[in-house]
T-cell receptor
Framework: QQPVQSPQAVILREGEDAVINCSSS?????VHWYRQKHGEAPVFLMI?????EQKGHEKISASFNEKKQQSSLYLTASQLSYSGTYFC????????????FGGGTRVLVKP | DAGVTQSPTHLIKTRGQHVTLRCSPI?????VSWYQQVLGQGPQFIFQ???????GRGNFPDRFSARQFPNYSSELNVNALLLGDSALYLC???????????FGPGTRLLVL
């Protein structure tokens, strides 16, 4: 079952913060975050493997709450280069470790 | 290091035709996965191969098939093309099945 991402879109000014959420109705093994710019392939940002784990990539960090089956991606002090569509991909052991992607969150960072 | 490569980059076909898409993984990666991405949506899993064996299959009709070769490159075949098959087809490679997947640039398929 496809994870649900929220919000669907967000517009930021440079330097502002944003949070993107990814929720699943099934128990998760891991959560993967990708960013895709228009006309390009998704680019890997980070993977979260353990419940409660937080990882960071420059000023982008994420958390994974295993109990709630939810992950959040934090864009801190956003830069113009953060613009794009962010996808979470979830893995469930029962599903054979394939990635199931959410519908994406469009982020636009304006000067 | 070279990333994941895919060919062709763009393809136009007509309904009923078949198509073969190719993918070369990152050197050393033994697992390849295929995804279909329709405009405005997230990638949808089609197949995963590891060491030339199918390890997973998504909810796609039998018109879709794939294989992995001894050099770990892979082909995705789609028969009897439908208008709804128009999409970006992404290939992703990883060291092993449970490792991080790195995507190629994709093949954009248009079915007329």
């Amino acid at each position: 079952q496809q994870p649900v991402q929220s919000p669907q879109a967000v517009i930021l000014r440079e330097g502002e913060d944003a949070v993107i959420n990814c929720s699943s109705s099934k128990a998760l093994y891991s959560v993967h975050w990708y960013r895709q710019k228009h006309g390009e392939a998704p680019v890997f940002l980070m993977i979260l493997l353990k419940g409660g784990e937080q990882k960071g990539h420059e000023k982008i960090s994420a958390s994974f709450n295993e109990k709630k089956q939810q992950s959040s991606l934090y864009l801190t002090a956003s830069q113009l280069s953060y613009s794009g569509t962010y996808f979470c991909g979830t893995e469930r052991k029962a599903a054979g470790n394939k990635l199931t992607f959410g519908g994406g969150t469009r982020v636009l960072v304006k000067p | 290091d070279a990333g994941v490569t895919q060919s062709p980059t763009h393809l136009i076909k007509t309904r009923g035709q078949h198509v073969t898409l190719r993918c070369s993984p990152i050197s050393g990666h033994k697992s390849v996965s295929w995804y279909q991405q329709v405009l405005g949506q997230g990638p949808q899993f089609i197949f995963q191969y590891y060491e030339k064996e199918e390890r997973g299959r998504g909810n796609f009709p039998d018109r879709f098939s794939a294989r992995q070769f001894p050099n770990y490159s892979s082909e995705l075949n789609v028969n009897a093309l439908l208008l709804g098959d128009s999409a970006l087809y992404l290939c992703a490679s990883s060291l092993r099945v449970e490792e991080t997947q790195y995507f190629g640039p994709g093949t954009r398929l248009l079915v007329l």
